[in-house]
């Protein structure tokens, strides 16, 4: 298939006080803004041009005026298909920037809180802070960013840029809504919210307190504010749950999958409960959710 045709565009093409008459895009087919978008106003208009429009190539332009899409772009682009965030609304239990900044060595992964999104436009997140002697986030508007965002027992995955800082009413990022972007799915059990007390035992033999935050029948999300060891360390934890009024003692192996939270604070730890876990206590912990989720 052919590269798409595109067509470079001027600022007398986008009028401030207009709505898009046609979707614009990057040369390398990237959907810049949609059919509709308002130009509000001067410094609208600016930033678009900043980024060097085009849109689609029609039988009517002068064959002289139209490029290449640049890259691997083939066919049309996408100015027609549906929304692949029509899902996402305050519905999101986290959400992970991965950038790099142009001093990093490696790039940086970072949770974000999520505001909301304006359809087929931007998604709106928290910025992250980036540190002493770093340059504030509205020199590095146009940076790529990979967006993770956790749905329940799905998560979204897209490539995007920075489309405008704002540092009011509080510090916040509007990132360039995808055109495309893939869900799959994230965790193997349903999992509910939880103020559980726990006893965990380390691998030295010591026992010291967690609370369990959230818990699944095939793990569970600790908070603490001792160090129980990095990811990939062995644990056995034991906890209190109300089932039909009674109270259980669960006892399980786990292991540590991920930690979040710096030592100064309260650490955060992500549990998987060992496959070797007997069928009662599996059974408990999957009642004990259905149950919470029912309550909901």
Same mark, same amino acid.
């Given at each position: 298939?052919?590269?798409?045709?595109?067509?470079? #565009?001027?600022? $007398?093409?986008?009028?401030?006080? %207009?709505?898009?008459?046609?979707?614009?895009? !990057?040369? /390398?087919?990237? @959907?810049?803004?949609?059919?509709?978008?308002?130009?509000?106003?001067?410094?609208?208009?600016?930033?678009?041009?900043?980024?060097?429009?085009?849109?689609?190539?029609?039988?009517?332009?002068?064959?002289?005026?139209?490029?290449?899409?640049?890259?691997?772009?083939?066919?049309?682009?996408?100015?027609?298909?549906?929304?692949?965030?029509?899902?996402?609304?305050?519905?999101?239990?986290?959400?992970?920037?991965?950038?790099?900044?142009?001093?990093?060595?490696?790039?940086?992964?970072?949770?974000?809180?999520?505001?909301?999104?304006?359809?087929?436009?931007?998604?709106?997140?928290?910025?992250?802070?980036?540190?002493?002697?770093?340059?504030?986030?509205?020199?590095?508007?146009?940076?790529?960013?990979?967006?993770?965002?956790? #749905?329940?027992? $799905?998560?979204?995955?897209?490539? %995007?840029?920075?489309?405008?800082?704002?540092? !009011?009413? /509080?510090?916040? @990022?509007?990132?360039?809504?995808?055109?495309?972007?893939?869900?799959?799915?994230?965790?193997?059990?349903?999992?509910?919210?939880?103020?559980?007390?726990?006893?965990?035992?380390?691998?030295?033999?010591?026992?010291?307190?967690?609370?369990?935050?959230?818990?699944?029948?095939?793990?569970?999300?600790?908070?603490?504010?001792?160090?129980?060891?990095?990811?990939?360390?062995?644990?056995?934890?034991?906890?209190?749950?109300?089932?039909?009024?009674?109270?259980?003692?669960?006892?399980?192996?786990?292991?540590?999958?991920?930690?979040?939270?710096?030592?100064?604070?309260?650490?955060?730890?992500?549990?998987?409960?060992?496959?070797?876990?007997?069928?009662?206590?599996?059974?408990?912990?999957?009642?004990?959710?259905?149950?919470? #989720?029912?309550?909901?």
């Amino acid at each position: 298939m052919s590269k798409q045709q595109f067509v470079h #565009l001027s600022e $007398s093409d986008l009028k401030v006080g %207009t709505k898009l008459p046609w979707a614009i895009y !990057l040369r /390398s087919g990237e @959907l810049l803004a949609p059919t509709g978008f308002p130009i509000a106003d001067e410094e609208v208009r600016r930033r678009l041009m900043l980024a060097v429009p085009v849109r689609a190539a029609t039988t009517s332009d002068n064959r002289r005026d139209i490029v290449l899409a640049e890259g691997g772009a083939e066919s049309e682009p996408e100015a027609h298909n549906p929304d692949p965030l029509k899902h996402l609304r305050h519905n999101t239990e986290g959400v992970i920037l991965t950038f790099q900044l142009p001093n990093d060595f490696e790039p940086r992964k970072v949770n974000v809180e999520y505001f909301g999104r304006i359809p087929m436009q931007s998604v709106i997140v928290s910025a992250p802070p980036l540190g002493s002697g770093a340059q504030g986030w509205n020199n590095f508007e146009g940076m790529p960013v990979t967006v993770q965002i956790i #749905l329940g027992r $799905s998560i979204c995955l897209f490539k %995007t840029t920075v489309l405008r800082y704002s540092p !009011l009413p /509080s510090a916040h @990022l509007f990132l360039r809504s995808p055109q495309d972007a893939v869900t799959k799915s994230f965790r193997q059990a349903l999992r509910v919210d939880a103020h559980i007390p726990a006893s965990i035992t380390m691998p030295d033999g010591y026992t010291v307190p967690a609370l369990i935050t959230d818990l699944s029948g095939g793990g569970c999300a600790l908070a603490s504010g001792f160090i129980l060891g990095q990811a990939g360390t062995r644990l056995k934890m034991a906890f209190r749950v109300k089932l039909s009024d009674k109270l259980r003692v669960i006892t399980v192996p786990c292991t540590i999958r991920s930690i979040k939270g710096k030592l100064s604070q309260q650490m955060r730890y992500g549990i998987e409960f060992d496959e070797e876990v007997d069928e009662p206590t599996v059974l408990a912990l999957k009642s004990f959710v259905y149950e919470h #989720l029912a309550e909901r």
